[in-house]
Structure formats: C-alpha cells, structure tokens
C-alpha cells in the first residue's frame, strides 16, 4: 500500500438537490475515474461537493520530475476533468428537461 496514491476526488453537484441525482452524479463520476485509474495506481475517495468545481487532489503525491512521465500526468488528469464535466453536464441536462 506505500507505494499506491491515495486520491480525493471532489466531484462538483452543483445546485442539485435530489439526492438520487447527487447518487447518480456520483456514480457517474465513479464509474469514470473507474475507467482510468487501476488498482495498481491507487485508491479514490468520492466527496460531493457544492459551489465548486469538480477537482482531483492527491493527498500523498510522489513528485515526478522527469519530463515524460509529467506528460503522462497531464493527459490523464485532464482526461479524467474531462470526463467529470462530461458527466455533471449530462446528469444536469436531463433534470433541466424533466422541470
């Protein structure tokens, strides 16, 4: 386990007030991290959040210095913002259709 990250990953609700869509967002949110981070990687911890954007945090990172590996980084980590937007802008346009 010392040598797996250990991430917080702050998924933004917005003004969402069912809890059965906070659950549904954060699902979806699960279920895409899912698909990018292994277990090999580290382990995620899902926090909702409100009146702030959706972020991804490492609570003990391991300093990359070499040039490669930080683009690496970089795309994945845009890709997993990405997909966070992706799937609060859905989850919001569905309740906009159903007021």
Do not use: W
Not at 8 to 21: F, L, R, W
Not at 61 to 69: A, F, G, H, K, M
Request: include cysteine; glycine fraction near 8%; charged fraction near 35%.
């Amino acid at each position: 386990m010392e040598n797996k990250r250990i991430y917080v990953a702050y998924v933004g609700v917005g003004g969402v007030e069912n809890q059965d869509d906070v659950a549904k967002i954060m699902k979806s949110a699960y279920d895409s991290i899912g698909t990018i981070f292994n277990e090999q990687e580290g382990e995620v911890i899902f926090i909702p959040v409100r009146g702030t954007d959706s972020r991804l945090e490492c609570i003990n990172p391991r300093y990359v210095t070499e040039e490669e590996l930080i683009r690496k980084h970089r795309l994945l980590i845009d890709e997993l913002h990405e997909h966070l937007d992706g799937h609060l802008k859905e989850l919001l346009d569905k309740e906009k259709k159903t007021e």
